[in-house]
């Protein structure tokens, strides 16, 4: 078992920067895929991206060159960076851990409670 607790989330205009965190507890979270999804009003929940404990990443082409996913083991966080925003990034951002490399949100079982990204025009 894993819980999870996102943080860093905001109003920002559009070209500007936040940085999300999630904060890890209760189980090896080096064990652990750490990945990014976020949903928008009316939509459904979408990969944003996801990281391996080894280092490697991947990323939904919507953001790939925009964002950047990290982790620290040693803290037990993971961390979105997110750059060039845009209106349409606007959602609700969850931090997700599981056991493989995945893009689908039901391959994830541990979630946290999401944090508000918008961007304003």
């Known amino acids: 078992q894993v819980q999870l607790v996102e943080s860093g989330g905001g109003l920002v205009q559009a070209g500007g920067s936040l940085r999300l965190s999630c904060a890890a507890s209760?189980?090896?979270?080096?064990?652990?895929?750490m990945g990014w999804f976020r949903q928008a009003p009316g939509k459904e929940r979408e990969f944003v991206a996801t990281?391996?404990?080894?280092?490697?990443?991947y990323y939904a082409d919507s953001v790939k060159d925009r964002f950047t996913i990290s982790r620290d083991n040693a803290k037990k966080r993971a961390y979105l960076q997110m750059g060039s925003l845009k209106p349409e990034d606007t959602a609700v951002y969850y931090c997700?851990?599981?056991?493989?490399?995945?893009?689908?949100?039901?391959?994830?079982?541990?979630w946290g409670q999401g944090t508000q990204v918008t961007v304003s025009s």
């Open positions: 997700a851990g599981g056991p493989y490399i995945a893009s689908r949100p039901h391959e994830f079982p541990y």
């Open positions: 209760g189980a090896t979270f080096s064990r652990y895929v």
């Open positions: 990281i391996h404990w080894s280092g490697n990443a």
